[in-house]
C-alpha cells in the first residue's frame, strides 16, 4: 500500500527538491507586463519611469531620475502596478522566489546606454528587491563606470559578498549574460563563454530575476529573460 501524500508533487520529487519553473520573457509589446513584474525605487521616484523602448528590439527600458545621486529603478518579481517603482521601497522582500540557489540558470539579454559615474546597473538572481544590487542571498552580474569589467557579484545569506571580474570590458552593446547557481560554485558565461567561476559567499535560499539601474540618469534596456531549476 502506498504512502498518502498531501500534494501531487510530493508523489513526484522530494520536498527538498525545487520545482523546475521556467519563465521565458521577450520583453515586447506596447506597455511593461505587470502582471509578471513589478518595479521599485532607492532614494526618491521623480523622474524613474519603465517603458518600452521606441525602437526596433529594444525591449524594456528602465530610466532612472535625476532626482538624487544614489537614485535607483529595479524591477522583479513584484507586486503592484506602478511604473515609477513607488509601489516599493529602498529594500523589499521578493515575494516570489522559485530558483534555486544550488541549481538554477538565468539568461538574459540587456545593455546599458547611459550611466553616470559611480554606478552598478545589471541584472541576476536576487533575493531582495533593491536598486544598488547589493545585500543578502545574490548571484549577479553588475556594470557601470564604476568599474572596468563586467563582475559577478555573490553574496551569502549574512550579507557577505565578493565581486569577480571578469575578462570582458563593460560596453553599451547587447550582451547575453549567463548565470548558473550550484551545489558549491555560481558560475557566469557571457556571450556563451564562461568567464567566472566563484566559490565564495554563495547564496542558500531562493531566488528571483532582478534588473536595476543604478544612479541618477541611468538608462538600461533588457530584451529577454529566461529563468528555471536545473
Given at each position: 500500500m502506498p504512502d498518502t501524500v498531501n500534494?501531487?508533487?510530493?508523489?513526484?520529487?522530494?520536498?527538498?527538491?525545487?520545482?523546475?519553473?521556467?519563465?521565458?520573457?521577450?520583453?515586447?509589446g506596447d506597455a511593461p507586463d505587470v502582471?509578471?513584474?513589478?518595479?521599485?525605487n532607492q532614494d526618491g521616484t521623480t523622474?524613474?519611469?519603465?517603458?518600452?523602448?521606441?525602437?526596433?528590439?529594444?525591449?524594456?527600458?528602465?530610466?532612472?531620475?535625476?532626482?538624487?545621486?544614489?537614485?535607483s529603478l529595479w524591477m522583479s518579481f513584484m507586486t503592484g502596478t506602478s511604473l515609477t517603482g513607488s509601489?516599493?521601497?529602498?529594500?523589499?522582500?521578493?515575494?516570489?522566489?522559485?530558483?534555486?540557489?544550488?541549481?538554477?540558470?538565468m539568461i538574459s539579454v540587456w545593455k546599458i546606454t547611459s550611466i553616470s559615474s559611480p554606478a552598478t546597473s545589471g541584472g541576476g538572481f536576487a533575493r531582495d528587491g533593491r536598486g544598488d544590487a547589493a545585500g543578502a542571498n545574490l548571484a549577479?552580474?553588475?556594470?557601470?563606470?564604476?568599474?572596468?569589467?563586467?563582475?559577478?557579484?555573490?553574496?551569502?545569506?549574512?550579507?557577505?559578498?565578493?565581486?569577480?571580474?571578469?575578462?570582458v570590458a563593460d560596453d553599451i552593446n547587447w550582451n547575453t549574460h549567463k548565470v548558473e547557481t550550484k551545489?558549491?560554485?555560481?558560475?557566469?558565461?557571457?556571450?556563451?563563454?564562461?568567464?567566472?567561476?566563484?566559490?565564495?559567499?554563495?547564496?542558500?535560499?531562493?531566488?528571483?530575476p532582478q534588473f536595476n539601474s543604478h544612479r541618477s540618469g541611468s538608462v538600461m534596456h533588457i530584451r529577454y529573460c529566461e529563468a528555471y531549476n536545473t
Open positions: 500534494s501531487l508533487y510530493e508523489q513526484l520529487a522530494p520536498l527538498t527538491t525545487i520545482l523546475g519553473q521556467r519563465v521565458v520573457e521577450n520583453f515586447s502582471d509578471r513584474w513589478g518595479f521599485g523622474g524613474n519611469l519603465a517603458s518600452m523602448a521606441d525602437s526596433v528590439d529594444g525591449g524594456l527600458k528602465l530610466t532612472c531620475g535625476t532626482a538624487a545621486g544614489g537614485q509601489d516599493n521601497g529602498t529594500v523589499t522582500t521578493i515575494p516570489f522566489k522559485p530558483y534555486s540557489s544550488t541549481g538554477a540558470v549577479y552580474i553588475t556594470a557601470g563606470t564604476s568599474q572596468t569589467y563586467f563582475n559577478l557579484r555573490t553574496a551569502d545569506n549574512g550579507g557577505s559578498q565578493t565581486d569577480t571580474a571578469s575578462t551545489a558549491s560554485s555560481v558560475d557566469y558565461s557571457i556571450n556563451g563563454l564562461t568567464n567566472i567561476i566563484s566559490t565564495t559567499n554563495l547564496p542558500t535560499l531562493g531566488l528571483a
